[in-house]
């Protein structure tokens, strides 16, 4: 018999490690094929209202009124969603991460970020600017902890990103409609649809694979307003918008094809 002293020893050694985390391979895909698409708004359009700027209108305000469209939804005449995140779901190997951009550059212009959504690589980079002589900054919550001040035009800020998620942005400094996206992501095969609502994923190695969608959401769940004691007028300072939206479906990539995909965005 066993001393009593070896057991808790091999249920230690019988008990599985940490989960160890899913490392992303790096492999030549030299028979990949790819998936086109577009994401289609379905149904009625939504009439959505524009922002109120009731801060630095000089700087923020584009025409005559004093408001900003939202840019949380943008349709195309045709029906294509803008600014929606086409990705494969659980890649475990592929083509290089940094097909991606490494280094890339968040502008604050007009007081709107340029661009308000972008796919950066884990390990990436991101230059921030401002191109206003107003203040503002950079706060994110999510993937990233970052909150910089802008209070000059022209000014230089990088900032690592080593958590893979979804960073939000916003601009505390009386711009509620400052929101912007940045997805931190640990493979490449993440592309955002463009003014027609469409995509292209390429070399992806042949497979079955689930294929997301991700769009921001557009609308205004409650608005955080402060009153001026002495004038009574009130302003808003931020927005709580409705839940991120994510499309979902099988597709099946073949060597060297092109697999076409539609997703349909609607209301409900
Ligand atoms: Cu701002």
């Not at 475990?92 to 968040?106: N, Y």
């Not at 001040?149 to 690592?160: I, L």
Request: hydrophobic share 35%; aromatic share 8%.
């Amino acid at each position: 018999m066993k001393p009593l002293w070896v057991l808790p020893l091999l249920a230690l050694l019988a008990t599985p490690g940490p989960q160890k985390k899913r490392v992303y391979e790096e492999i030549d895909v030299p028979d990949g094929g790819s998936i086109t698409g577009t994401v289609l708004w379905k149904g009625e359009r939504p009439r959505i209202e524009p922002f109120r700027i009731d801060k630095n209108i000089e700087t923020c305000q584009v025409g005559d009124s004093p408001t900003k469209p939202s840019r949380r939804l943008v349709i195309s005449e045709a029906g294509g969603v803008e600014m929606t995140v086409v990705y494969l779901e659980k890649m475990a190997k592929g083509k290089p991460l940094f097909t991606l951009p490494k280094k890339q550059r968040l502008d604050q212009k007009g007081c709107e970020y340029h661009p308000r959504m972008f796919v950066l690589p884990r390990k990436g980079k991101l230059e921030m600017t401002t191109s206003d002589d107003t203040l503002h900054n950079i706060h994110m919550r999510g993937a990233a902890p970052y909150n910089i001040a802008f209070p000059k035009k022209g000014m230089v800020e990088t900032r690592p990103f080593r958590r893979v998620g979804i960073a939000r942005v916003v601009c505390d400094a009386g711009h509620g409609w400052m929101t912007g996206y940045i997805h931190v992501v640990d493979h490449p095969y993440y592309v955002i649809t463009d003014k027609e609502g469409k995509f292209q994923i390429e070399d992806i190695p042949p497979g079955k694979y689930t294929l997301n969608a991700w769009h921001e959401g557009w609308r205004i769940v409650e608005k955080d307003s402060v009153k001026d004691p002495r004038t009574g007028e009130e302003s808003i300072k931020g927005y709580v918008f409705s839940d991120p939206i994510v499309l979902s479906q099988e597709v099946e990539v073949t060597p060297l094809k092109e697999t076409q995909v539609t997703f349909e965005l609607s209301e409900d």
